[in-house]
């Protein structure tokens, strides 16, 4: 079974600055999804950005953009300029490219960040 | 377009009453995902429904709850003779097609068993 690690409970950072959100997971499959969402106070969980394992070239949307290592199985993100709207807990997500049951339709996530902007 | 849509935002039950989750996916959406999220945790998967169809439930508890998604109507998370574990949010996400990777959430129903 796949599993995602988020190391850091919690990170702050000062408005204007930068920060990065470090993920990890653990599969044994070739070809899969990662994901990054947002959820706010909220609860709403808000998609920030997407990578296909199979994409060598890192994603990037506006200010954020992730850091995807495949043979280190490491996806990290960087949100640039940080906001007061980027509070919120990230979520880091795996998702199998094979819909072959098991879980593997849906998505895995971590435990999640919780972000603190510093004004 | 709406989103997809849940309701009760706020459910509270005592222990033993039944709770049932509704939610209507984005128009155009025939594939629901229900996950739930403890305090504390990320969300964790339960069950992958198309119309009239459970596909996975493989992260279902195997007694108490149960999903539905009827040719008409919303889908329904459903358990039965709650207990205070329950307690938690679950969210409804819903995509066009099995192959679309991206899934759109609700904003969850908070359910409270006291």
């Known amino acids: 079974a796949q599993t995602v690690t988020q190391s850091q409970p919690e990170m702050s950072v000062q408005e204007a600055e930068t920060v990065t959100l470090s993920c990890t997971y653990d599969?044994?499959?070739?070809?899969?999804?990662l994901f990054w969402y947002k959820q706010p106070p909220s609860r709403q969980m808000i998609l920030v950005i997407r990578q296909e394992a199979y994409k060598q070239q890192n994603a990037t949307e506006n200010r954020f953009s992730v850091n995807f290592q495949k043979a280190a199985k490491s996806f990290s993100l960087k949100i640039s300029d940080s906001q007061l709207g980027d509070a919120a807990m990230y979520f880091c997500a795996y998702r199998s490219a094979n819909n072959l049951g098991g879980g593997a339709d849906g998505l895995t996530f971590g435990k999640g960040t919780h972000l603190i902007i510093q004004p | 377009n709406a989103g997809v849509m849940q309701n009760p935002r706020h459910l509270v039950r005592r222990r033993g009453q039944e709770a049932r989750l509704r939610c209507s996916p984005m128009k155009g959406h025939s594939h629901v995902y229900w996950y739930r999220q403890l305090p504390e945790e990320g969300l964790k998967f339960m069950v992958y429904?198309?119309?009239?169809?459970?596909?996975?439930e493989s992260g279902m508890p195997k007694e108490r709850f149960s999903a539905e998604f009827p040719k008409e109507g919303p889908s329904i998370l459903r358990i039965q003779q709650v207990v205070r574990g329950d307690s938690a949010a679950y969210f409804c996400?819903?995509?066009?097609?099995?192959?679309?990777?991206?899934?759109?959430f609700g904003q969850g129903t908070r359910l409270t068993v006291v």
């Open positions: 429904l198309q119309k009239e169809n459970i596909i996975d």
């Open positions: 996400a819903s995509s066009p097609g099995r192959t679309n990777t991206e899934a759109f």
């Open positions: 599969t044994s499959e070739s070809d899969y999804y």
